[in-house]
């Protein structure tokens, strides 16, 4: 789920080496239309460190010209490096293994007795693929590779453990997170509180 289309794949290709050059792991990237096409690309430190504007911008001015020698978009278009955020997206095997016991929303890209979509607390990942246990108590088994979306769902636990993890961004009051704000919506745009050089 990194990349979904084949121009999306060509570009991960392309900034892969670069982001690893520089310590960093792709974790989505996405081209959205429009007259401007916005490429946006999540990526944070290799093992989840802590990440920061200064590492997503220097990504972005290293991506800068390898984009623009192999031109995989053809019109201009707004390139936007930026950190995962705090619910942050679900896209590679070994990321539910990492949040263990918070909440998930999943969306499976082939139904499941007429449903795709899922909420439920990760309880694992393993061979078979990630486990959710769902709010009527049983359980999803699937592989990322089965889904078109998963993220984390912003919860107090969260917070905490981004807290605790170095990875909360900065708030105008530390003892109120409030106010807080989350993207509710079924469009998968997180919200993300860094970003890098804008082309």
């Known amino acids: 789920m990194i990349a979904l289309t084949e121009q999306e794949r060509r570009i991960l ?32 430190k290799a093992g989840g460190a802590p990440t920061n504007v200064e590492d997503c911008a220097r990504l972005s001015r290293a991506l800068g010209p390898v984009l623009e020698e192999d031109d995989p978009i053809k019109e201009a278009y707004t390139l936007e490096v930026s950190t995962p955020g705090i619910d942050r997206p ?15 929303k999943v969306e499976l890209a082939r139904p499941i007795d007429g449903r795709r979509r899922f909420t439920g607390i990760i309880t694992g990942e393993d061979e078979h693929g990630a486990h959710l246990e769902l709010d009527d108590e049983t359980e ?38 409030g106010d807080l704000e989350v993207d509710e919506s079924d469009e998968d745009t997180e919200s993300n509180e860094e970003t890098g050089d804008v082309k």
């Open 13 to 44: 290709a392309l900034a892969t080496p670069v982001a690893e050059s520089l310590g960093l792991e792709i974790v989505r990237l996405r081209i959205q239309g429009g007259r401007r096409p916005h490429l946006q690309i999540m990526a944070e």
């Open 140 to 177: 999803l088994v699937a592989h990322v590779h089965e889904m078109s979306r998963a993220s984390l769902i912003l919860t107090d636990e969260l917070i905490e453990a981004a807290r605790a993890s170095g990875n909360l961004p900065p708030q105008p009051d530390e003892d109120d997170l």
């Open 90 to 104: 679900l896209t590679r095997e070994g990321d539910f293994g990492r949040w263990v016991g918070h909440a998930a």
